[in-house]
């Protein structure tokens, strides 16, 4: 049998590479064959801002957890069920796990499917009270319900590998802020405002360009990460500098845009003279200050439900002190929760293999071998304007 290393969650602020059993066509927890799953050699797999809140110890992950849920991979055995992935496919991993036959994602709410996390819908790979499943930032993993899940990258093998560092990242973070601007209403000719500058609110601007919007803006508290701002031909507003509508009115004329999506999520800082302090609702009523009356808000950032560092006993709880008076007030409409990664990733796909963006050199993505994932988390945890793409097997080039 082969070998298999990970990256395992060891406590707040420790993450090491360890021996880790190698996978079987398993469903976790129930010894039970997993006969339309298959088992993986990762090719890519990424470091996300949700899995930093969790080696921060902003969530009830336990120690043992083999982290990574941003997969792309070779198929390299099947179970008995699947029919149509064959091996040698390369593949992109959805960080949704669903089922395919539920209610839910018969409809195509595949983020929070019904039947494969026993404590809540959805579940994901490598992440606290997601159902159990193994993560993915390893050499290698199991994936069920293969056929459903699965996105084979194209036809030529080639050309997909001579794009991977961008193909890598339709496993979360692009189809993520995509769904951001899709669900908030961006179109043709919109003015937006993004809350945050990492790498899922600079893959929801390269989304914004390319649904057409006339004027992105994306705010941020960090020097690097609004310079990769401007050289993606947006705008960058830095927090620090004081109320927000007050410097969109210098930006661009206006105190308020069509549409606002919050990249930034429950570890939320303030503006101004507050920007040291945590305040886990800031970015949320922000959001409805800049929004036009009749707007729409996509909030892709994560909220969760136990925050054990959080401000206050509310916060601890996801209680938050949103003034959704004001939302009502302007007749805004919200859209929160996972993205359902199956409804855009093939488009997506399309869209980076006939080259109309180059979504890698947006995020400013990086490629890293597995033994270098414990200085990726440190480096990212301080701000680095990066994302950090893992090559366990040295295959990207």
């Given at each position: 049998?082969?070998?298999?290393?990970?990256?395992?969650?060891?406590?707040?602020?420790?993450?090491?590479?360890?021996?880790?059993?190698?996978?079987?066509?398993?469903?976790?927890?129930?010894?039970?064959?997993?006969?339309?799953?298959?088992?993986?050699?990762?090719?890519?797999?990424?470091?996300?801002?949700?899995?930093?809140?969790?080696?921060?110890?902003?969530?009830?992950?336990?120690?043992?957890?083999?982290?990574?849920?941003?997969?792309?991979?070779?198929?390299?055995e099947l179970g008995r069920?699947?029919?149509?992935?064959?091996?040698?496919?390369?593949?992109?991993?959805?960080?949704?796990?669903?089922?395919?036959?539920?209610?839910?994602?018969?409809?195509?709410?595949?983020?929070?499917?019904?039947?494969v996390n026993p404590a809540?819908?959805?579940?994901?790979?490598?992440?606290?009270?997601?159902?159990?499943?193994?993560?993915?930032?390893?050499?290698?993993?199991?994936?069920?319900?293969?056929?459903?899940?699965?996105?084979?990258?194209?036809?030529?093998?080639?050309?997909?590998?001579?794009?991977?560092?961008?193909?890598?990242?339709?496993?979360?973070?692009?189809?993520?802020?995509?769904?951001?601007?899709?669900?908030?209403?961006?179109?043709?000719?919109?003015?937006?405002?993004?809350?945050?500058?990492?790498?899922?609110?600079?893959?929801?601007?390269?989304?914004?360009?390319?649904?057409?919007?006339?004027?992105?803006?994306?705010?941020?508290?960090?020097?690097?990460?609004?310079?990769?701002?401007?050289?993606?031909?947006?705008?960058?507003?830095?927090?620090?500098?004081?109320?927000?509508?007050?410097?969109?009115?210098?930006?661009?004329?206006?105190?308020?845009?069509?549409?606002?999506?919050?990249?930034?999520?429950?570890?939320?800082?303030?503006?101004?003279?507050?920007?040291?302090?945590?305040?886990?609702?800031?970015?949320?009523?922000?959001?409805?200050?800049?929004?036009?009356?009749?707007?729409?808000?996509?909030?892709?950032?994560?909220?969760?439900?136990?925050?054990?560092?959080?401000?206050?006993e509310a916060a601890k709880?996801?209680?938050?002190?949103?003034?959704?008076?004001?939302?009502?007030?302007?007749?805004?409409?919200?859209?929160?929760?996972?993205?359902?990664?199956?409804?855009?990733?093939?488009?997506?796909?399309?869209?980076?293999?006939?080259?109309?963006?180059?979504?890698?050199?947006?995020?400013?993505?990086?490629?890293?071998?597995?033994?270098?994932?414990?200085?990726?988390?440190?480096?990212?945890?301080?701000?680095?304007?990066?994302?950090?793409?893992?090559?366990?097997?040295?295959?990207?080039?």
């Amino acid at each position: 049998m082969s070998g298999n290393r990970g990256v395992v969650y060891q406590g707040p602020g420790k993450v090491s590479i360890e021996k880790i059993p190698y996978p079987k066509l398993e469903l976790p927890e129930q010894k039970r064959k997993c006969e339309h799953g298959v088992i993986l050699k990762v090719v890519a797999t990424n470091i996300c801002g949700s899995d930093q809140h969790m080696v921060r110890g902003r969530t009830t992950a336990e120690a043992g957890l083999v982290l990574g849920h941003e997969i792309t991979g070779e198929v390299i055995e099947l179970g008995r069920d699947v029919e149509f992935i064959k091996k040698g496919d390369l593949v992109s991993v959805p960080f949704n796990i669903a089922c395919g036959r539920c209610r839910n994602c018969k409809v195509g709410q595949t983020g929070i499917c019904l039947s494969v996390n026993p404590a809540r819908p959805g579940a994901a790979y490598g992440y606290v009270d997601m159902g159990g499943w193994v993560g993915g930032q390893a050499e290698y993993v199991m994936v069920p319900y293969a056929d459903f899940n699965l996105l084979k990258l194209g036809r030529d093998k080639d050309l997909a590998m001579s794009k991977i560092a961008d193909l890598a990242l339709l496993s979360d973070i692009f189809p993520t802020g995509f769904h951001g601007a899709v669900t908030a209403g961006v179109g043709p000719g919109s003015t937006v405002y993004i809350a945050g500058a990492g790498p899922v609110g600079m893959a929801c601007a390269a989304s914004c360009q390319l649904l057409g919007a006339a004027i992105v803006i994306v705010g941020d508290l960090n020097a690097d990460r609004l310079k990769q701002v401007k050289k993606m031909g947006c705008i960058p507003l830095d927090v620090k500098k004081g109320p927000i509508p007050d410097q969109l009115e210098v930006l661009i004329g206006e105190r308020e845009v069509d549409q606002a999506i919050d990249c930034v999520g429950f570890e939320a800082r303030g503006c101004g003279h507050d920007h040291s302090k945590e305040r886990p609702a800031q970015v949320l009523n922000d959001m409805m200050t800049v929004c036009r009356a009749g707007g729409g808000i996509g909030i892709p950032g994560l909220y969760v439900t136990g925050d054990p560092g959080a401000v206050d006993e509310a916060a601890k709880i996801g209680a938050l002190s949103i003034r959704i008076g004001l939302g009502w007030a302007k007749s805004h409409h919200f859209h929160t929760g996972q993205c359902p990664v199956m409804k855009y990733h093939r488009q997506l796909m399309m869209a980076i293999l006939h080259d109309k963006v180059q979504i890698a050199k947006a995020v400013n993505a990086t490629v890293i071998t597995l033994n270098d994932a414990p200085k990726g988390y440190h480096d990212f945890d301080l701000g680095a304007a990066r994302k950090y793409i893992i090559d366990p097997h040295k295959m990207v080039a």
